[in-house]
């Protein structure tokens, strides 16, 4: 079953009104490497220019911080102004506005106050809301500024800013019917996150993008003719939205509804948890996540909760559900409970609607996992929701704690396609709340499933070689696949590496092949490798092939008594290794077997004849591992 994960490294929860979209969230969270560029260390995320020279964007470990602004994950890039350009790709959009955003942190100065672009929107072709830098006229500072396109006029701010101080820049493209109308413009260090202040730069003026749906890209620019040369920066936390609430963090701080927050939870027999957690803070409000909706069958949702402090006074309010865009459903609720210190879960079938409380008294500052769906029934007023705590079972679905049916059905099952978070017992009772690892899936066991949900996964003789493939319906901080490969099922050696998609709630398909495969049975095993350097086995297919010209090796005589003579098989001219074992592994002798070409028979240099028993020689070398079993009389 495809699930969906929020994960809370970025903000991807989005306000419950409005259809804004966060296109890109990028805090670099790759291994940091002082040879490996951006392009390799992203996984081909990010691409460079096909004109770009120079030294490379390294990752590097740390991030850049940015008062009010969220505690940011992963690491940063150090950019220079002279060095390799590097683009990524975002979705297109008819019509609108995009913005973009990021923190810098200039380390040394450009050598040139004329200045040229370092991040901008755009395509293959066009350079568009191009934000700019240059050396200021006092001595040791630096000017940010904007231009519509590429070689536009520039618009400087007169502010001279200061080296090693970090600086948040929004900058924006809006899309105007008619020609020459678009709009282009920047902010710095800009006063609201929450609403959408006036922009420091607003240019109209100049050649208009062709086609606005065209923007599809984020770039860092290579700098031409070097006017960037001495530039350098750390660039961390770019963001590309179709809205101001999505490319503004929400704040690490408690004045608004809900933010995000550094560390994480976890809970015993879920995965371990990556990224942030969410807070609720003073203000009331509500967000909600988007999912695949389902035309039958049930929808569950998922997410470990914490409760901090208790409220104020007597207050219940829901802080999670379900819902279409006009309806919600399955509503989890708090309240403070009647034994002193403690708070109760409760669930109803719609906000509003009379709430089954459980009777169960839980403790503050101790992390508890909560699992709630909906179910379509035929008729009217049959739906079931359901609600379980701390349940046993993570692998099979329990019995709930918690069941409904009484009251309204959401009126369209297929429209229910979002996830809900609304802090308002915080906000008018003071009740504290954390959540994290929240997830959407139509299956049970998906909930709690490892990073990577396989769907298939194959291994076939093609010809003379083998086909690997798997495919996965989902995977979370998956930084890369390892297929091992065996002659005996026991001991594998890697074979290659597949990097994997990071985060993806879609369907992706993986294959490599193997031209080399031994004669016989070929074990393959698949490894899948998390961004932490966590590894999880995930099956193991076998291959058996009987090769024309296959390499062969055998023993005579078998038993042997004065003399072990090898005969390799169509080996080529190389050195293959010899190793004489007892049943139980140990080494009774071991030699390197120069093969020559022509040459079939090769006696073992044994010092003494091993005593009678059975014994196992393994003839190793290239692409061949063979074992064999000899008796020595």
């Not at 079953?1 to 969270?29: C, H, W």
């Not at 015993?268 to 509500?286: C, H, Q, V, Y």
């Not at 219940?316 to 006009?326: F, H, P, R």
């Not at 007892?582 to 073992?604: C, D, F, S, W």
Request: hydrophobic residues 40%; glycine residues 10%; negative net charge.
């Amino acid at each position: 079953m495809k699930r969906i994960y929020i994960t809370l490294i970025g903000i991807l929860l989005l306000p419950f009104v409005g259809s804004a979209q966060l296109l890109l969230n990028e805090s670099f969270d790759y291994a940091a490497s002082s040879s490996n560029d951006l392009n390799e260390q992203s996984g081909g995320l990010w691409t460079v220019f096909e004109s770009s020279t120079g030294s490379p964007a390294l990752v590097t470990e740390g991030s850049l911080t940015y008062p009010g602004y969220y505690t940011s994950a992963g690491n940063k890039i150090q950019f220079d102004g002279a060095g390799k350009g590097y683009y990524r790709s975002i979705p297109g959009q008819t019509t609108g506005t995009l913005y973009g955003s990021c923190i810098i942190n200039v380390t040394s100065l450009p050598t040139s106050t004329a200045g040229d672009h370092f991040i901008f929107l755009g395509n293959s072709s066009a350079t568009m809301s191009a934000v700019y830098i240059r050396a200021a006229a006092t001595p040791g500072k630096f000017n940010i500024g904007l231009g519509k396109r590429k070689g536009s006029a520039v618009s400087w701010m007169s502010d001279n800013l200061s080296l090693n101080t970090a600086y948040y820049i929004v900058f924006a493209y809006t899309d105007v019917a008619g020609v020459t109308n678009d709009i282009s413009r920047l902010w710095l260090n800009p006063a609201s996150f929450d609403t959408e202040p006036a922009a420091d730069i607003t240019i109209t003026a100049g050649a208009d993008v062709s086609v606005f749906s065209n923007l599809n890209r984020l770039g860092l620019n290579h700098s031409d003719a070097n006017k960037n040369a001495g530039l350098k920066m750390d660039i961390d936390e770019i963001h590309v939205s179709t809205g101001w609430e999505q490319i503004s963090p929400l704040p690490d701080g408690s004045d608004n509804s809900v933010f995000v927050t550094s560390g994480n939870l976890s809970y015993p027999g879920l995965p371990a948890s990556t990224g942030n957690k969410i807070r609720f803070g003073a203000e009331e409000g509500a967000y909600y996540h988007t999912f695949a909706g389902q035309s039958s069958g049930t929808v569950y949702g998922s997410f470990i909760l914490n409760v901090t402090s208790l409220p104020t006074f007597a207050q219940s309010d829901y802080i999670t559900c379900l819902g279409s865009e006009t309806q919600l459903t399955a509503a989890v609720y708090l309240r403070a409970s009647a034994t002193a210190g403690k708070f109760n879960i409760g669930l109803a079938k719609q906000p509003g609607l009379p709430v089954t409380w459980l009777s169960n008294d839980l403790d503050i500052n101790t992390p508890h996992y909560l699992v709630f769906s909906c179910t379509a029934v035929s008729g009217d007023a049959n739906d079931k929701v359901k609600l379980w705590l701390n349940p046993a079972d993570l692998a099979t679905e329990p019995g709930p704690a918690a069941e409904i049916s009484e009251g309204d059905d959401i009126a369209d099952f297929s429209a229910m396609n979002r996830i809900v978070i609304y802090n308002g017992i915080t906000a008018r009772a003071g009740m504290g709340v954390e959540m994290d690892e929240l997830r959407v899936s139509a299956s049970w066991a998906d909930l709690t499933a490892l990073p990577v949900t396989l769907a298939e996964f194959t291994a076939k003789a093609v010809n003379n070689g083998a086909r690997i493939s798997w495919i996965t319906y989902s995977e979370i901080n998956n930084d890369h696949f390892e297929i091992e490969h065996s002659a005996d099922g026991e001991t594998f050696r890697l074979l290659t590496q597949v990097q994997g998609k990071g985060i993806s709630a879609n369907q992706n398909e993986y294959v490599i092949y193997d031209d080399h495969p031994y004669n016989g049975v070929n074990y393959y095993r698949l490894v899948q490798v998390d961004k932490d350097g966590t590894r999880t086995d995930l099956g193991v297919k076998a291959v058996s092939f009987t090769l024309k010209d296959a390499q062969e090796a055998s023993i005579y005589p078998n038993p042997a008594s004065t003399a072990i003579n090898v005969l390799l098989k169509n080996y080529p001219a190389g050195n293959v290794q010899a190793v004489l074992s007892t049943m139980a592994g140990q080494v009774m002798h071991r030699e390197t077997i120069r093969v020559n070409a022509g040459q079939k028979t090769y006696p073992l240099h044994l010092v003494n004849m091993p005593s009678p028993g059975m014994y196992v020689l393994n003839i190793s070398g290239g692409n061949q591992n063979e074992t064999i079993k000899i008796i020595i009389n």
